[in-house]
């Protein structure tokens, strides 16, 4: 098997930064949750916030350390697998990810421990006041690696000396490049709706298999509350982020659609099979007109096609194609879920409906199959550029043999499977415990003074 260096090394990355979006999008979902449930507990000293709070300040902890100890790797995959990125780009991304460690990380490990450990030390106000901060932590870290990728996508405030090094000239202008404020909305808003359909999923496996608890029930109703607003939101929201891919990365919007010929009056393709060597849609099924409605809000609005570029500046179309439209088809089942619990509620059967509480369980982890698909549009998308029409990924690789990277790929594959199971079991363990259960002990019948002790004396 003959697999290019190149390749190996995508793939790999891809793997590595896909394992650990999951856990920054759940961080700063459930750390926003839980800073809600104390300010309702504090606003209205409803015991049921309390122990909710705590419950999830558990599960929290767990899904933190993955996230420290998977993003770690990312910084040295940079340096040893994408030299020549590392050496344009330097300038750039490196004081970005040092912003990043320097406020966020700092930010949500300073007060991490007050959170999960200082309640009863510190009192309830200044303990509210590091939920928040946690909260803001996990936003800031988004803040800045989003800054990062979307320059990434919309290069902008840099110049670019003879031996191809990115100098930055206007910091405000790289920082804020014209990506930036639809990109961050829009993640931070998806991290939020998964940390919602979390909690519902676990509030509704709950309810079935403990009865109706009063935390179970609470736990539901306010996730889908939330859901209620921000899944609409996130709609809103994806247009404006279309409308500025159309704007400034035409060929991602392209492939997004899977439009070879510029035209107006461009149809939807809800489903087709991008032929990317016969330049041509087979299958395709198709709403005439609303494609232009909905990319440029006029009835025929113009679109360009992927044909306006030389097909190797063209990304994977049907990787783009169908990945945003499993991201779609994920964000609209979200939509009619938080409908669907409103209509429920609604009719006073929101807490008795069984084939609604499995649908929410089945649908627990939809929010992280919408963000990593959006994930591959965004990169996927932008290829074959690591900065968008500035440095080819191909000039961004290291020169490691294919052996190399491929052994590292599965060594990376086994180590991380191993321990999404080590989280999946402390996991489980505590949700089906409940708020009332301690934090489990790595060994049945020990108990020592370390931290998961600790943890289990918050409440």
């Known amino acids: 098997m003959n697999i290019s260096p190149l390749l190996l090394a995508r793939l790999q990355f891809a793997f590595t930064v896909g394992f650990h979006i999951l856990w920054p999008a759940y961080s700063i979902g459930i750390a926003a949750f839980i800073a809600f449930l104390n300010g309702l507990w504090l606003k209205t000293n409803r015991p049921v916030y309390q122990r909710l709070m705590h419950f999830w300040q558990k599960l929290f ?29 330097g300038a750039v991304t490196g004081p970005l990810f040092t912003f990043e460690v320097l406020t966020a990380f700092f930010l949500e490990a300073g007060f991490l421990g007050i959170a999960l450990l200082g309640e009863t030390r ?99 109703s306010l996730a889908l509350w939330l ?73 025929n609005g113009e679109i360009r096609g992927l044909k306006e570029v030389p097909p190797e500046d063209r990304p994977v179309v049907p990787l783009v194609f169908f990945a945003f439209r499993l991201m779609v088809a994920s964000g609209l089942a979200i939509v009619a879920l938080a409908f669907i619990g409103a209509w429920l509620r609604h009719r006073g059967s ?7 509480h499995r649908a929410l369980i089945a649908a627990t982890p939809l929010g992280w199959v919408a ?30 043999p294919a052996p190399t990277n491929l052994m590292t790929l599965l060594v990376f594959i086994a180590l991380y499977m191993s321990l999404f199971c080590g989280f999946l079991w402390y996991w489980s363990r505590i949700v089906l415990g409940g708020p009332d259960a301690p934090f489990p002990t790595p060994l049945a019948g020990t108990r020592t003074a370390t931290t998961p002790a600790l943890l289990g004396r918050a409440k």
């Open 61 to 89: 902890a767990l899904g933190f350390a993955m996230g420290v100890v998977t993003g770690l790797v990312l910084s040295y995959e940079i340096g040893t697998n994408w030299g020549g990125f590392a050496k344009a780009t």
């Open 122 to 220: 510190v009192g309830r106000g200044w303990h509210f006041f590091a939920n928040i901060m946690v909260a803001v932590g996990t936003m800031t870290s988004a803040l800045w690696i989003l800054s990062a990728n979307s320059w990434m996508q919309t290069p902008a405030g840099v110049i670019r000396d003879v031996d191809g090094v990115f100098h930055v000239v206007n910091w405000w202008a790289a920082i804020f490049n014209p990506s930036f404020p639809y990109r961050f909305m829009h993640m931070v808003c998806a991290c939020m709706i998964t940390g919602c359909l979390i909690v519902a999923g676990v509030s509704a496996l709950q309810l079935r298999a403990q009865g109706q608890s009063e935390h179970a029930k609470v736990g539901l």
């Open 227 to 299: 859901l209620l607003v921000l899944a609409p939101l996130q709609l809103l929201l994806g247009d404006m982020h279309g409308l500025n891919t159309r704007e400034h990365q035409p060929v991602k919007l392209a492939a997004i659609e899977g439009r070879w010929e510029t035209g107006r009056s461009v149809p939807l393709t809800l489903f087709a099979w991008p032929d990317q060597k016969a330049e041509v849609n087979r299958y395709a099924v198709e709403i005439p007109h609303l494609s232009s409605l909905i990319l440029t809000h006029r009835w």
């Open 350 to 356: 929101l807490f008795a409906s069984t084939w609604f």
């Open 371 to 400: 963000i990593l698909a959006g994930w591959v549009v965004t990169e996927a998308g932008r290829q074959p550029y690591v900065v968008y029409g500035l440095l080819r990924t191909a000039n961004a690789v290291s020169v490691l």
